[in-house]
């Protein structure tokens, strides 16, 4: 993989560092383990960047999917770019990397106040986010106290999935004005959670312009009241997808598109073929009386989200597909234990016959939850056809969560 990205944040290192260098294709690691298809996952970040180019608004990746520099890299052409974290150890790790435009995207804690403050002080820009006077009270006294300025946003809640303040909340403005006083507000932020519930494009698209309204509506009130507003943050996958008019808004936030996963594909946003991450697994045993096959995949190789499972089509905990990434029509992990997977046949089909050691691809519901299970990624590349299983381009290592 020889493009410019990848020269930039290149990580060959990992956990298994010295059996990654000498696997070269995905027959050889041990299993349970993730890899990426690194053109099916650089298709789905050009997609939202066209998206956000037309649409006029600057574009913050949310980078808690992947939490990794190598994919990271990816999302701002080689050169570090903004980015959304939903913990501070993800701040302090892509500041590590070279990351200095950053947005903490959960609500602060005074106590991790101090953490903040050592980021800015070594010149990031970290963006924090708060709903309720007495965060704003205590975002105030630890910027005077170290005489830095805390770049403060105010959460929206657009759909009441959340925390936030409803746009027309009483007290917005009385926080907006703590925060203004010490030169701390920085602007709004709402996250449309409700849309991975919406499961219509028409669903979808009132579901973004209900956000974009919300965080607009309230930055007018902020300004109506003499506070300067900068930012006006919106953003979920299934929004950024939808949205027709950004009117009024300076940036769009996404973190799942970069992956996609079987929830995003069930809402219609993506397709199945556009998922770029997946968990090898080895068949380890049959129950034909049973109608199993059992690998070596459980919960602790796919987490155990379920998210399909509200959908017309619950996918169980993953469709399956052979190595080559071409899914085993009607093939389903249905059950999972700790270190073990189930998978059956839908009603009606045959399950095909897969001796002991056959290795298989398992699509994730939630790539999210799914990438947190593993400490890094093996890549591959769809695009490049091979005689044996995909060979390995590189290994990605994760950043701490927590």
């Excluded at 769009?252 to 556009?274: E, K, P, Q, S, T």
């Excluded at 080559?324 to 992990?333: H, K, R, Y």
Aim: charged letters at 20%; hydrophobic letters at 40%; glycine letters at 10%.
């Amino acid at each position: 993989m020889n493009t410019p990205a990848h020269t930039a944040r290149s990580e060959a290192a990992g956990p298994d560092s010295a059996g990654s260098r000498a696997a070269r294709t995905l027959a050889d690691p041990d299993t349970p383990f993730a890899v990426v298809d690194v053109h099916k996952m650089r298709r789905n970040i050009d997609r939202l960047a066209t998206r956000a180019d037309g649409l006029g608004v600057g574009l913050r990746p949310h980078v808690k999917t992947a939490k990794s520099l190598g994919v990271a890299a990816f999302l701002h052409h080689g050169t570090p770019g903004p980015v959304t974290v939903s913990t501070l150890a993800e701040a302090e790790a892509f500041a590590d990397g070279g990351y200095t435009d950053i947005t903490y995207a959960v609500g602060i804690d005074p106590h991790k106040l101090p953490r903040v403050l050592a980021l800015l002080g070594r010149g990031v820009t970290l963006r924090i986010l708060l709903d309720s006077a007495e965060q704003a009270e205590s975002v105030a006294r630890a910027s005077r106290e170290a005489g830095l300025r805390v770049p403060t946003q105010i959460e929206i809640d657009c759909d009441g999935h959340r925390g936030g303040l409803k746009p027309d909340a009483p007290e917005l403005i009385e926080i907006g004005r703590v925060l203004h006083e010490m030169g701390c507000l920085d602007g709004v932020l709402t996250h449309a959670g409700e849309s991975y519930f919406a499961f219509t494009a028409e669903e979808r698209r009132l579901a973004a312009r209900n956000e974009r309204d919300s965080a607009v509506g309230a930055s007018e009130r902020l300004r109506a009241a003499g506070l300067a507003v900068a930012t006006v943050s919106v953003g979920s996958t299934p929004t950024a997808h939808a949205a027709e008019d950004l009117t009024g808004v300076t940036e769009l936030r996404a973190g799942n598109y970069v992956f996609f996963d079987l929830v995003m594909a069930g809402l219609g946003v993506c397709r199945v073929d556009d998922l770029a991450l997946s968990v090898v697994v080895t068949v380890i045993g049959h129950r034909p009386e049973y109608g199993w096959l059992v690998t070596d995949g459980g919960w602790m190789a796919m987490s155990r989200d379920r998210g399909t499972s509200a959908q017309a089509q619950d996918q169980g905990y993953g469709l399956v597909a052979d190595l080559d990434g071409n899914l085993i029509p009607d093939v389903v992990m249905t059950a999972a234990s700790q270190e073990h997977g189930t998978l059956t046949a839908r009603d009606g089909a045959c399950l095909p016959e897969l001796p002991i050691g056959t290795r298989l691809r398992i699509l994730p519901n939630h790539a999210c939850a799914t990438a947190a299970q593993h400490r890094g990624y093996h890549v591959v590349d769809s695009t490049r056809s091979t005689e044996t299983a995909p060979q390995i381009q590189d290994f990605w290592t994760r950043v701490t969560g927590w």
